[in-house]
């Protein structure tokens, strides 16, 4: 099912006479296509869950239309949406089994709808083979963990075989392992069942390991959508260049004259085409290559081993933020009490952006 988002805006009303209105989602246009899994991402406060909650319809949207399909829902309430929904806390009914926890959706059924308990049941261990509890079906939520209460929670959205799947933050309260595991886990449910998927996480990696496209908003506003490999290597801005990578984006004053990129008054790479202009440049820790003859040459700090690559940890009066991180292979060597390190760039990951806008040039 595709759901297409139509000059989509949310604004809450100042909260007393001093206060400000708050847009929490700001026009937002676009037709997620059928069966993908899209990650909606951005920093706190950014307007995701206000997002998904006008898709599931718990808000009502100020301005624009949101459409399943053909079907305009705008003014559907949730129940007749077809959505599924998870949250971050599984919210899943203590004093009820897994089964029943999962069966819960279908006992309101009416009509032609209306399930007998047979099929109910059936339904139940359908569904829970694939997120893989159905050993666990007597359990009470207190007497599994956090991981399997999470899928018994995706268990009951995905029961009445949603038309969307919504998720928002479901993977914030397991622990590091657990959370890898299950987001692949996720990936993989998502795959067997086609269900067009929207993931709302702050967490970058996250997002870009198990999403078909992802959206990267601020403010309310939408700064880039696309394909995670194509927004990591391709940043509309200075904001998304950001907020994608680990470790983040090195940022420098920079500037172009005569075809070059200057850091400081060193020529750190031939720009041809490029006008003269004040720029802020981004360097992604993989773009540098330790060169004793390379252009740029930063204070050295030092160097921390990570085992395959080793990450240079540096300085430079032009940097912002507080050190340069470059990532780099192992086999490089440096000396011990080295002053200094210089570097050749790699171009295609040395992005220019435009020093009062910060959109890309
Ligand atoms: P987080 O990751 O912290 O959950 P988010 O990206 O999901 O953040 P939203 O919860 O969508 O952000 O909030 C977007 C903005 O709207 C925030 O500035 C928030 O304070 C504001 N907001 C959300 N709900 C309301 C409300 N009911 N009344 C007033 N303002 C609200």
């Keep these: 099912m595709k759901v297409v988002l139509e000059n989509l805006t949310k604004r809450f009303p100042p909260r007393n006479k001093k206060g400000a209105e708050v847009i929490a989602v700001n026009n937002f ?45 705008t003014n559907l309430p949730p129940e007749e949406r077809g959505v599924g929904l998870v949250f971050q806390n599984y919210a899943l009914y203590p004093h009820l089994t897994v089964e029943e926890n999962i069966i819960f959706p279908l006992q309101n059924l009416k009509g032609a709808q209306k399930m007998s308990k047979e099929a109910m049941h059936q339904k139940a261990v359908e569904t829970a083979k694939l997120v893989q509890i159905d050993g666990l079906m007597e359990r009470k939520p207190k007497e599994m963990s956090g991981g399997q209460q999470q899928r018994v929670a995706i268990a009951r959205a995905l029961v009445k075989v949603p038309r969307v799947l919504l998720l928002d933050e479901p993977l914030s309260n397991l622990d590091a392992r657990l959370r890898l595991q299950t987001r692949e886990e996720l ?115 030092r160097v921390e081993v990570m085992g395959r690559d080793v990450s240079v940890v540096s300085t430079h009066p032009q940097m912002t933020g507080r050190c340069i991180r470059s990532i780099v292979s192992s086999e490089n060597k440096f000396e011990p009490g080295q002053q200094t390190v210089r570097f050749r760039l790699k171009p295609y990951k040395v992005f220019l952006f435009d020093k009062e806008s910060e959109e890309r040039v």
């Design 29 to 73: 246009n676009f037709e997620i296509p059928d069966g993908q899994l899209i990650g909606l991402l951005g920093p706190s406060g950014c307007g995701k869950s206000t997002t998904l909650n006008l898709i599931s319809g718990l808000e009502t949207p100020t301005e624009g239309k949101i459409f399943f399909g053909d079907e305009d829902v």
């Design 187 to 301: 990936r993989r449910i998502q795959r067997d069942t086609g269900v067009t998927t929207i993931f709302v996480t702050h967490d970058q990696e996250e997002a870009m390991s198990i999403s078909d496209l992802i959206i990267v908003m601020k403010d309310g506003v939408v700064h880039q959508i696309g394909k995670p490999q194509d927004v990591y290597d391709e940043p509309a801005n200075l904001f998304v260049a950001q907020f994608l990578g680990t470790p983040q984006i090195n940022v420098f004053h920079g500037e172009v004259k005569g075809e070059k990129l200057y850091i400081g008054d060193e020529a750190v790479l031939d720009v041809p085409g490029r006008k003269d202009m004040p720029v802020w440049v981004g360097i992604r820790p993989e773009g540098f290559i330790p060169d004793e003859n390379g252009p740029l040459t930063c204070r050295m700090d």
